[in-house]
């Protein structure tokens, strides 16, 4: 399956045909990227997305600024010469010098859930594996096709990393686990951060959900009544199977987050509906 969709790429600040665009230069370097979510011709919460990736460079050592204004325009070009208003572009900071990365943003192929999918949960199992740093978002080729294959061969939905027993987070999604009235995540410190996971450990406070972030391990998962994954594709999705464990999907704490989660995003659309 081809890594670009649409007409156009855009490479700095110029619009090139997707066609000269080739995946493998990210191989070389460091690669640092977001794949945010457009809809309706909105990037949902670019400004979350700009600040996690300002991180990922100071975490990395580098000192280029990640300008708001500028994403914001380059973004919006490309939605607009590509005309497609709903999907997912990957947006990438290619270092092979210290200060001076090539900025790179495309529409890349996207599988979003469907109905049935929110409706009966999704198939996932344990996979032993962790991330070097893991509150940057990098690039590392070889981990994501040894993943890719298990989830093609297994047919499976996600993967669920586990590091010394403790099950940190999905291979591209955060995890979260419900326990009576319990909302259960890992620590930020032993996963990626992502944005649909801070939004949704928002709304737990906003809706006075009992919050923990702390370890899970895979001895404990049998305790658990209900496991849901967060994601820019997904958004709030329910696990069936982990492995060979059965969970509910038709939970009441999972489902009204969801809910919320889904009204967040409309009124995000609704603030910024001239644009990106």
């Not at 400004?47 to 600024?65: A, I, K, M, N």
């Not at 928002?202 to 702390?214: S, T």
């Not at 059965?246 to 995000?268: C, G, K, Q, R």
Request: proline share 5%; aromatic share 10%; net charge positive.
């Amino acid at each position: 399956m081809a890594e670009h969709t649409g007409h156009y790429y855009s490479e700095n600040t110029a619009l090139k045909d997707i066609a000269l665009l080739d995946p493998a230069l990210f191989n070389k370097g460091i690669s640092l990227y977001e794949v945010l979510r457009v809809q309706d011709s909105c990037c949902l919460f670019l400004e979350d997305h700009l600040q996690r990736l300002q991180e990922s460079v100071h975490l990395s050592g580098f000192s280029y600024t990640v300008d708001l204004s500028r994403f914001r325009g380059l973004l919006g070009n490309l939605i607009y010469k590509n005309s497609l208003h709903q999907g997912n572009i990957k947006l990438v900071l290619h270092f092979t010098a210290p200060d001076s990365p090539a900025l790179y943003a495309y529409f890349i192929p996207h599988a979003y859930p469907v109905p049935t999918m929110y409706a009966e949960g999704v198939d996932t199992a344990l996979f032993r594996a962790s991330r070097s740093n893991p509150n940057v978002k990098r690039l590392v080729p070889e981990i994501r096709e040894k993943i890719n294959h298990i989830l093609l061969t297994k047919n499976l939905y996600e993967v669920l990393l586990v590091k010394n027993n403790s099950i940190t987070e999905g291979s591209r999604s955060n995890v979260f686990f419900i326990q009576g009235e319990k909302v259960i995540t890992p620590p930020g410190d032993q996963v990626l951060k992502g944005i649909p996971r801070n939004k949704v450990i928002a709304l737990c406070n906003k809706l006075n959900y009992k919050l923990f972030e702390k370890s899970v391990f895979t001895t404990q998962l049998r305790e658990m009544d209900a496991v849901f994954l967060t994601g820019t594709s997904p958004k709030i999705l329910g696990i069936r199977k982990i492995g060979s464990l059965v969970f509910s999907v038709a939970n009441p704490i999972m489902n009204s987050l969801a809910e919320a989660y889904d009204a967040l995003i409309t009124a995000y659309i609704q603030i910024h509906s001239t644009g990106s």
